[in-house]
């Protein structure tokens, strides 16, 4: 775990000069939010990025949803999620996996949730690991 000259360090000056900033304080109650900012992303997307990541559910997800064979929806095509063997994975392309109506569909099979492999491909079942992400997605776990 960094500590927090460690952390300060590692980060670009804005984002320094942005968190020096006092929080806005007024009321000391919700009424003191001014903004509130949404990350959104496909589900994929945030289990290949942050599934494995302290304090995020993701792969530890205690009640992830099963399929109808009791197995969770992890386990695709006899395949579990993994991190490729690729030399620098946080920087190396990994190809997309589609995002059609049709392929959509057929990986969901009808709420079984069992053909993303045969349906998405086998990067569907790709993650990383926070070694692999760059410092700004990273500093958030430490």
Same mark, same amino acid.
């Given at each position: 775990?960094?500590?927090? +000259?460690?952390?300060?360090?590692? $980060? %670009?000056?804005?984002?320094?000069?942005?968190?020096?900033? %006092?929080?806005? @304080?007024?009321?000391?109650?919700?009424?003191?939010?001014?903004?509130?900012?949404?990350? $959104?992303?496909?589900?994929?997307?945030?289990?290949?990025?942050?599934?494995?990541?302290?304090?995020?559910?993701?792969?530890? #997800?205690?009640? %992830?949803?099963?399929?109808?064979?009791?197995?969770?929806?992890?386990?695709?095509? !006899?395949?579990?999620?993994?991190? +490729?063997?690729?030399? !620098?994975?946080?920087?190396?392309?990994?190809? #997309?996996? +589609?995002?059609?109506? @049709? !392929?959509?569909?057929?990986?969901?099979?009808?709420?079984?949730? #069992?053909?993303?492999?045969? @349906?998405?491909?086998?990067?569907? $079942?790709?993650?990383?690991?926070?070694?692999?992400?760059?410092?700004?997605?990273?500093?958030? !776990?430490?």
């Amino acid at each position: 775990m960094l500590g927090v +000259p460690a952390v300060a360090a590692a $980060m %670009p000056a804005g984002l320094e000069k942005a968190l020096a900033i %006092p929080a806005n @304080n007024r009321t000391g109650s919700i009424e003191d939010v001014e903004h509130v900012i949404f990350l $959104m992303q496909e589900n994929r997307s945030f289990d290949h990025y942050f599934g494995t990541l302290r304090g995020v559910r993701g792969f530890a #997800d205690p009640h %992830p949803a099963t399929r109808p064979d009791g197995r969770s929806v992890w386990h695709q095509a !006899d395949l579990l999620p993994f991190r +490729p063997e690729v030399k !620098d994975l946080g920087g190396a392309f990994l190809p #997309d996996p +589609p995002h059609g109506w @049709n !392929d959509g569909h057929a990986a969901w099979n009808a709420g079984r949730f #069992d053909q993303w492999v045969p @349906n998405k491909g086998v990067q569907t $079942m790709t993650h990383h690991t926070r070694a692999d992400l760059p410092y700004h997605f990273a500093l958030a !776990d430490a």
